[in-house]
Nanobody
Framework: QVQLMQSGGGSVPAGGSLSLSCVVS????????MGWYRQVPGKERARPAD?????????????TYGNSAKGRFTASRDPAKNTLYLQMNNLAPADTAIYYC????????WGQGTQVTVSS
């Protein structure tokens, strides 16, 4: 059974930094694209496919970022640890959301979600 277990997140004031991790079990991430997505407050009933893409990380290590993340967030992966990371810097209140990791291009397997709260 494939599982994605997230950790990290929390609450910071604007301008602060947080990091997220996503450990994958039951499969190897070596050849898969992985992604970070977020769901903002008030959209808790949104379908997973409607979550905002934060970053996509490809098997070679390169990444594509959503407009809101460019220049502030850095996604990375460690195939040896089967782990995905998201470093978030210069956070703003608009970044407040539940963040999810995902296996594949909007694949069916998601992490449990991690709350990130940024105060003004």
């Amino acid at each position: 059974q494939v599982q994605l277990m997230q950790s990290g997140g929390g609450s910071v004031p604007a301008g602060g930094s947080l990091s997220l991790s996503c450990v994958v079990s039951g499969t190897t991430i070596a050849n898969d694209v992985m992604g970070w997505y977020r769901q903002v407050p008030g959209k808790e009933r949104a379908r997973p496919a409607d979550r905002e893409m934060v970053a996509l990380i490809y098997s070679g290590g390169s990444a594509t970022y959503g407009n809101s993340a460019k220049g502030r967030f850095t996604a990375s992966r460690d195939p040896a640890k089967n782990t995905l990371y998201l470093q978030m810097n210069n956070l703003a209140p608009a970044d407040t959301a539940i963040y999810y990791c995902n296996l594949g291009f909007l694949g069916p397997t998601w992490g449990q979600g991690t709350q990130v709260t940024v105060s003004s």
